[in-house]
């Protein structure tokens, strides 16, 4: 479309073709070629999100009507970053803020974030979660916050039950709270949060045990069943979710069985003190429920239990990973559960060919099943699987070593909706399973790692059919090399986050296929032997989003191509994952790589976004230069893992500097 016709459009209709532009790739694109469409974005959008600090006052200028801040990525934010914002930003930028997302910005203080909360009359969400340094002064400041909703502690390590008081006394209208790993709140925080916020919808309190539990009386520093009483009498409570609180029993449970009327989620996986006889008064007591998890709590599950199951007519989730389980639990399920849509077994023991035929029977409306480590899965179970839920959307079946191409071949025809499959550690997938897959054409993410039997053949026929894929795991696949990482290149120009560590047969000319995939942000690449900075240099140069990445043991890449990382790669922070229902983060990995005391400065200091480092075994790399590149990036990493045989070598004046900067330095 031209420059001119978009000139006679009108602005709703400039709106109109703005809301179709889906990626920011595509925005990017049209902004840059349509200054009316820039115009109209500038006037339209209301939510960004920063990746370098530098441009969050050009930003501020430009949009204007911004509901959503999103400062998650800017390591460097503080109380003078702050200050500057509030007072050099476009006038009135904070008036129609309504969430703003501070996680992981351990360098503000409680001073600038009240001067933030203040600024904003409208705000109704704050996440500050991971801000390990946050106390009670900083909860304080949140309190504020009249108008909040929603607030994400997460990780607030130096919060009490003070802080928490102030919360709930300031924040009374809060639907949403998440207090997971605050270690310092106990039943006494909690009990007042419930007398003052009448109108919490969720609640997450998992993990709520304090770091010196083993000195001190379990009753001042843990969550017990006192806080169930506590949370029972919360009328409006849909959500609660209190995972690995290991002092919550039975009787806890059985205070919830007369309260929370409108519950209908319930978490207590790794409650070590819950039992079936505890779940039965929770269930019995809320016929209405639609998910539960339980999983690493019970070692089996009783027959009154599955017996109590029956009467749940909505319930449409279940994890019960790690626990033992029946051919008549899954069959109780599949005969009275009908609107089960996901199912999480992994790691259950007992589940067998029988039981799953018995499940699917009467569960064919399954989008997400969790199969992973049952191993006396057989291909009947999962053709069966394909063959009555069409639906299925995710199926994770890792360490399912007796799957063949044979099932595969009835997921590729069958499943053609599915968008996630992990087939980790599957021996028997091969060239001719990738075939029938590639009839997924849907596939967004797929894990392949340690499949030993693929090759090129059959990743080539992944990547010509199923050209959604965003994320792809190849972990230790041997056979895979440059042909087909340039089928990769040429048919998945989606792909976001790559796995490709100790395919030793990938060099240099795979890496510059690899270079042609402008979406890729996160890229694994451990142990490629055969890579050396030429590789890097031609992914450093193209993939500009590259925003994750790990080289260990990529001993071939030295100085020039670090070079070219620390000049091209700005966008480089830290590998986000995702495991066990919760994000976390891995550090920048450049163990065993040879780097210089100079190379290495550089990448420290030019990286501006760089938060999570792993610097061992640099062996061309002095004490003087360790130094160096640590003064580097003072104030902006937030942690750093060095070889323990520096610890008394570097200097006490840089270690107390980082620790005064709120960053934490392990020892390897």
Known sequence: MSESLLCVLTEDLLVRVLHHLHSDADRKSWRLVCKHLNRVESLTRTTIRILRIEFLLALLHKFRNIQELDLSLCPRIDDGAVKVMLSQGSPGWTRGLKRLVLSRATGLGHSGLEQLVRACPLLEAVDVSHCWGFGDREAAAISCGTRLREVNMDKCLGVTDIGLARIAVGCSRLERLSLKWCFEISDLGVDLLCKKCFYLKVLDVSYLKSRSSILATPESVEVTSKSLRSIASLLNLEVLVMVGCSLVDDVGLRYLENGCPLLKTIDVSRCNCISSSGLISLVSGHVDLVQIAAGYCLSELSGPLVHCLKNLEQLSVIRIDGVQVSDFFLQTIGKNCKFIVELGLSKCIGVTNMGILHLVSGCGSLKILDLTCCRSITDAAISTIADTCPDLVCLRLESCDMVTENCIYHLGSSCLLLEELDLTDCSGINDIALKYLSGCSELVRLKLGLCTNISNIGLSQIAYNCRKMAELDLYRCVYIGDDGLAALASGCKKLMKLNVSYCNRITDKGMEYLSHLGELSELEMRGLSNVTSIGIKAVALSCKRLADLDLKHCEKIDDSGFW?????????????????????????????????????????????????????????????????????????????????????????????????????????
């Open 564 to 668: 070219a990382l620390a000049f091209y790669s700005q966008n480089l922070r830290q590998k986000t994952c995702y495991a066990g229902n919760t994000w976390f983060l891995q550090p920048i990995n450049l163990s065993n790589c040879n780097v210089s005391d100079v190379v290495l400065c550089l990448m420290m200091g030019n990286l501006k976004r760089l938060q999570d480092a792993k610097l061992v075994h640099l062996f061309k790399v002095t004490v003087k230069g360790m130094e160096l590149a640590l003064r580097a990036c003072c104030g902006r990493i937030k942690k750093v893992k060095l070889h323990s045989s520096l610890r008394f070598l570097i200097s006490s004046e840089i270690l107390d500097t980082f620790q005064a900067q709120g960053c934490k330095v392990r020892w390897d």
